[in-house]
């Protein structure tokens, strides 16, 4: 089976869980990087940890260095870099990973913003999951593709409530997941920079509460039901979903994103060049006052907000689980 990562590197977390058992996985994601303030394609000449195999660009694994090489090492199957500089070449890679794996396709979704559409009010980042459907369309690999997806609500792009109005006719449950592979998979990707990955690894694991997560400032809540993933098809998709605005054989992102943009959506990769804090001063203060005992803080939040001059992550009995210890000044 070929997993490919939608959203960029971050879903391969997800996706490693859920070929655990597959034998004949393989696995693929776009040249993306992320931190806290700034997310953006990879150039492939500057790409580090990559060499190019009769299947596109394979990933040395290595427990240092770049981000994809530290996940390729807890992967169970190779590891390709979609070239986010050259869409003909992703086609081209695609294609021989499709062929190789008998054309059995799962796309790997955190979070559940893949479900959005032009009316979607906070949806931000929709240029790699849009893309990646596109280029599987236009290799006529859709019908044979499964959409997969952990922990809808979690990248606060899309609630809850909203998912389940645009749950595809063959969206259905799946899924039991090892918490003790979970566990130690969450413990060894702690520089992990998705924070929806975490956070549903997390659940997986119990946690429940509300999660401090990015500079919108808005909580999301983490609930039993936030462990789940979800299966779909994604010719059920509806027919404001982003990828369907996308021309066909787009040459580049930028062209995929100018299209984007051109029916309705962020022009997410002008966003992601700085994607500075939008939270005042003022508002940091009462989002930080705001912040009790149990509730959880990511790392990339602190980093947006500066709420690390407020409050320290601190561990628990609770197997890797974090919470906030407020400071006394």
């Known amino acids: 089976m070929l ?60 427990a240092h260095g770049p981000e994809h090489c530290i996940l390729a090492n807890h992967l169970n199957g190779a590891l390709y870099c979609l070239d986010t500089q050259n869409l003909d070449s992703t086609r081209a890679t695609l294609a021989a990973l499709l062929s190789r794996a008998g054309g059995e396709v799962v796309v790997v979704d955190t979070g559940g913003d893949i479900l959005c559409g032009r009316e979607s009010p906070f949806l931000r980042s929709p240029l790699l999951e849009s893309v990646t459907l596109r280029v599987l369309e236009d290799l006529g690999a859709l019908s044979q593709t499964q ?10 792009e899309i609630s809850v409530e909203e998912a389940e109005r645009r749950f595809p006719r063959s969206m259905r449950r799946s899924w039991l997941f090892d918490q003790e592979y979970v566990g130690l998979l969450l413990g060894r990707l702690t520089g992990l920079t998705s924070e929806t990955s975490r956070l549903w690894m997390h659940a997986v694991l119990g946690l429940t509460g509300r ?21 779909a098809s994604p010719s ?17 992102l930028e062209e995929a994103n100018e299209d984007l943009v051109r ?51 601190t561990p628990t009995t609770a197997p890797l689980s974090r919470v906030v210890e407020i400071l006394n000044d």
């Open 3 to 62: 997993y490919v990562a939608a959203g960029g590197p971050g879903d391969l977390g997800v996706a490693s869980v859920l070929a655990v058992a597959d034998p004949n996985a393989t696995f693929a994601t776009f040249l993306w990087r992320r931190d806290a303030r700034r997310a953006g394609p990879i150039d492939i000449d500057g790409a580090r940890g990559v060499k190019v195999d009769g299947l596109g660009l394979k990933v040395r694994p290595s």
């Open 147 to 156: 959409i997969v997806i952990a922990g809808i609500g979690l990248d606060n």
């Open 211 to 231: 999660v401090w997560t990015d500079s919108t400032g808005r909580p999301v809540p983490v609930t039993r039901g936030s462990s789940s993933a979800m299966a």
């Open 236 to 252: 059920d998709l509806w027919p404001d979903s982003p990828y369907k605005s996308i021309r066909n054989n787009p040459r580049t």
């Open 263 to 313: 029916a309705g959506f962020v022009d997410e990769l002008a966003v992601n060049a700085n994607r500075r804090v939008v939270l005042s001063s003022s508002e940091r203060a009462r989002f930080a006052s705001g912040v009790t005992v149990g509730d959880y803080v990511t790392d990339r939040f602190r980093k947006r907000t500066r709420l690390d001059e407020h409050v320290r992550l």
